[in-house]
């Protein structure tokens, strides 16, 4: 019989994300699971490169990838429902455990141990990783909402900022500091410096640019005659 594994991991872009929320684009699992794992595949390489801290970036990122992958049994629990209390928070965890071996039992025998501390994340300074790029990745849509008009999003973004402080994780504080200004910034403020002249000299001679040139203004002739 065919494994439906990677068949329901494919459906993540059908679970719709801050459901409680009014939002101006909606976000789905399978996108914030890889915005998820770049984050958390950075914080791992600042770990590595700027404090000298023994960490895979790689197996990090890997794990990241499918953080998320049981809400495809469960769906998107709210985060203010699932913290309501500790109740509610150990009830979750249990069905969560058991999606973990729902979606691992879905594998061929032979695939599982290789997926299981994928799904199940069990080493804790990946899961320290994986959690920081989770609730990042959360300020982050919180800000993008907040540029678009939202203040629906505004009391979150307070929050979740200051709890991305309260971690007081060397790697967070660092990217804020260095990468977290630039999110803020509109397209244009982000490519005024970018010389555009010198990134076509560097990448294109002109012998291709005047080919591309030539083809833009043969498409311009077609467009016009039709």
């Known amino acids: 019989m065919s494994s439906s594994f990677f068949a329901y991991i494919f459906r993540m872009r059908y679970i719709a994300r801050w459901a409680l929320m009014r939002n101006t684009r909606t976000e789905n699992v399978e996108e914030h699971s890889y915005e998820v794992a770049v984050l958390a595949h950075a914080l791992a390489v600042v770990g590595q490169e700027i404090f000298h801290k023994d960490v895979n970036p790689d197996r990090v990122a890997t794990a990241a990838l499918f953080h998320d992958a049981p809400e495809i049994i469960t769906g998107d629990l709210p985060t203010p429902i699932k913290y309501f209390n500790p109740a509610i928070k150990s009830a979750y965890d249990q069905v969560e455990a058991v999606a973990q071996d729902k979606l691992l039992g879905m594998l061929p025998h032979e695939l599982t141990e290789a997926y299981a501390p994928l799904l199940r994340v069990e080493d804790p300074k990946v899961r320290c990783y994986i959690k920081a790029a989770d609730k990042l990745a959360a300020w982050l849509k919180c800000l993008e909402e907040r540029k678009a008009g939202n203040r629906e999003f505004v009391q979150a973004e307070e929050e979740t900022l200051h709890a991305l402080k309260d971690m007081n994780m060397d790697e967070v504080t660092w990217f804020l500091e260095h990468m977290g200004e630039a999110f803020g910034l509109t ?7 970018v010389d ?9 001679n002109s012998e291709k640019l005047d080919s591309i040139y030539s083809d833009v203004g043969k498409a311009k002739q077609f467009v016009k005659w039709y």
Request: charge should be negative; charged fraction near 50%; aromatic fraction near 0%.
């Open 187 to 193: 397209l244009d403020e982000l490519v005024k410096d």
């Open 196 to 204: 555009v002249q010198e990134v076509r000299e560097k990448n294109i």
